[in-house]
């Protein structure tokens, strides 16, 4: 690793980074926002809980006296899906994001380490408005698929203030720099309904998601030009919740969790979508949201461990179309 001083100290962290304690951390953070928002979605059982009784109540004695058997209730209960129209949602929406991202170097031996803060050091801008889409398509009243992804292409030029190590070169201060970081996710997998009720729909997913990252940082002076680059396959998992208030306003979530730890590969990952939706016709919901998305992950290039760090949080506009 390259380390010139030309007079300046370079911008290096002079203890090295423990790899596992902050992922624990990390954990138990996510853990605890996710069973915050799991406590929200209970209480909005709870204000659903009378008219879901009663529901199960019918349900109870229409059993009792309904002579049919359980392959017929079934292909009643998919003939009801198919002719509600409501199988099928597809939404997409614009997030305001406020966003911070950090990639941390540490040599093989664990003697030396660097922190970078890409918006801060390098430029990056820390807002961006981007856009996400979602899929959730119910084959049976049980089952179905749910889909999402989101993309942000972030880049940014600045005249450095100080000596940065990025990977295997030291940017001297006073140079100019254009740095990157990018990112795509899509996620896909298979859908539980839990909760079927005209009223209500509670759900788990598993899904397995496929993560592209670039970042990097070029130089004309000194010909830098170093990029780090993972595609990381993962599964995830979390529960989807959509519970009607009011006649034409819904209350909609999903929360989404992934922790794995090696000895030179892994991290967790944390989702959150909560918020509102109005739907003024039957087919069209207008939604105002918060959105979380935190990923912690530490990977080898080049036999040196990476760590990157990356977030971003805000409310999102957006629009749903049930069909």
């Known amino acids: 690793m390259k380390n010139r001083s030309n007079g300046k100290k370079p911008f290096l962290c002079d203890v090295c980074i423990n790899l596992y304690e902050r992922d624990y951390t990390m954990i138990v953070l996510s853990m605890f926002r996710s069973g915050f928002f799991l406590t929200l979605l209970a209480l909005v059982l709870q204000c659903n809980e009378p008219c879901l009784a009663q529901v199960t109540e019918n349900n109870l004695k229409a059993k009792q006296t309904d002579s049919l058997s359980r392959r017929e209730h ?19 929406a614009a997030v305001f994001a406020s966003l911070q991202t950090k990639v941390s170097f540490e040599s093989p031996a664990g003697l030396l380490s660097a922190n970078v803060g890409l918006e801060k050091h390098l430029g990056l801008p820390s807002e961006k408005i981007f856009y996400t889409a979602g899929f959730r398509y119910r084959f049976t009243p049980a089952s179905g698929i749910y889909a999402t992804y989101y993309g942000i292409n972030r880049k940014g030029e600045q005249v450095t203030t100080q000596d940065i190590i990025f990977l295997k070169d030291t940017i001297k201060a006073g140079q100019h720099i254009t740095a990157w970081f990018n990112t795509q996710v899509i996620s896909v997998g298979y859908m539980l309904s839990i909760m079927q009720d005209p009223k209500a ?7 397995v998601s496929l993560m592209n990252i670039k970042t990097g940082v070029q130089s004309d002076i000194g010909k830098i030009d170093q990029q780090v680059k993972l595609i990381a396959l993962f599964p995830n998992f979390g529960v989807i919740a959509d519970f009607r208030l009011y006649k034409w306003l819904h209350f909609a979530a999903n929360i989404g969790f992934f922790s794995l730890h090696t000895d030179s590969y892994g991290g967790n990952i944390y989702d959150l979508n909560v918020g509102l939706a109005a739907k003024p016709v039957k087919w069209l919901g207008l939604s105002l949201a918060y959105q979380e998305f935190d990923v912690n992950l530490f990977f080898p290039v080049d036999k040196i461990t990476v760590r990157a760090e990356y977030n971003f949080r805000g409310p999102a506009l957006g629009m749903h179309f049930i069909f």
Do not use: D, V
């Open 74 to 92: 079934r292909e009643i209960r998919r003939t009801e899906l198919k002719q509600s129209k409501t199988r099928c949602n597809f939404s997409a």
């Open 201 to 207: 729909f509670l759900g788990l997913f598993i899904n």
